[in-house]
């Protein structure tokens, strides 16, 4: 009986795995996910951007009814945040014409520009991008929406 403890120590002993079966896995996991990771990277970035286009259009939209109830686009002193909050001097402000209290910041959480072209006939909504100087991400962000009497273009 003696010798059949030390047989089954032995045993439990030796269990586990070795260094190279460990460092096997832990390639296989590298490579897994340095060829999956740049992909889900690159998801990322086109759904900011998506989104970015889609809050920019939202905000040219609601710039737009603005127009329409004002007889005017809001200044640029008044920015987009005439679209929450009624300017000070305007009687016929009917919004507010987003929802919530705020103007929303595109996905990097920067603002989105907005300037009055064409002596207040026209504005422009653009898409600063991400942060970083000169990467990928910010050549496919940096658009503009801009709309002179209601057409809007791209």
């Not at 998801?43 to 329409?68: C, G, M, P």
């Not at 305007?90 to 064409?118: E, F, H, I, M």
């Amino acid at each position: 009986m003696v010798a059949a403890a030390r047989h089954q120590h032995k045993g439990r002993s030796q269990a586990g795995f070795t260094l190279v079966e460990v460092l096997v896995v832990l390639s296989i996991i590298g490579l897994v996910v340095g060829l999956i990771g740049p992909r889900v990277v690159g998801y990322l970035t086109d759904a900011k951007i998506s989104t970015a286009r889609i809050q920019a259009t939202t905000l040219s939209n609601a710039v737009e009814l603005f127009f329409i109830d004002n007889g005017r686009y809001p200044l640029e002193q008044e920015g987009l945040q005439a679209l929450v909050a009624a300017p000070s001097n305007l009687r016929t402000w009917n919004g507010p014409y987003l929802k919530g209290s705020a103007v929303p910041r595109d996905p990097w959480g920067r603002p989105y520009g907005y300037a009055v072209q064409n002596d207040g006939r026209g504005f422009v909504i653009t898409i600063a991008g991400n942060d970083r100087q000169g990467g990928a991400e910010d050549s496919l962000a940096q658009r503009q929406l801009s709309s002179t009497r209601g057409n809007v273009t791209r």
